[in-house]
């Protein structure tokens, strides 16, 4: 599917894993708007990549983050809650808290990586 700007093409790609579906935004630029690529170059840090799925979990929804590249291997859960007092089911699956580790921030994960930990 297309966008209304020629240039971009958008596609929402779905895949089903198990009983999740899964995703994937896809964004093709043409190669007359390629010089949007000379952006990557002023950043700091490398590309922080990553795949997001999103888990149904007791009435709650996980938003996963499955790193790669210089990040393979990190793993990522996060819920929104309205306030901290909301109650929560964990699931077996979930790990340590690590909310306000600045490690696990983007800017972060740019400048060091997972994989140098």
Request: aromatic fraction near 12%; include cysteine.
């Amino acid at each position: 599917m297309s966008d209304a700007n020629p240039q971009l093409t958008f596609r929402i790609v779905p895949i089903a894993v198990g009983m999740q579906c899964t995703y994937f935004a896809l964004l093709a630029i043409s190669p007359r708007y390629r010089r949007a690529e000379g952006l990557l170059a002023l950043r700091e840090g490398g590309i922080v990549e990553r795949v997001r799925h999103k888990v149904a979990y007791e009435g709650s929804c996980w938003e996963i983050d499955v790193f790669s590249g210089e990040n393979e291997g990190l793993v990522v859960a996060e819920i929104e809650l309205s306030d901290t007092q909301q109650t929560f089911k964990r699931p077996p699956w979930l790990g340590d808290e690590v909310t306000g580790d600045l490690r696990f921030y983007n800017a972060s994960l740019a400048q060091k990586p997972f994989r140098v930990w």
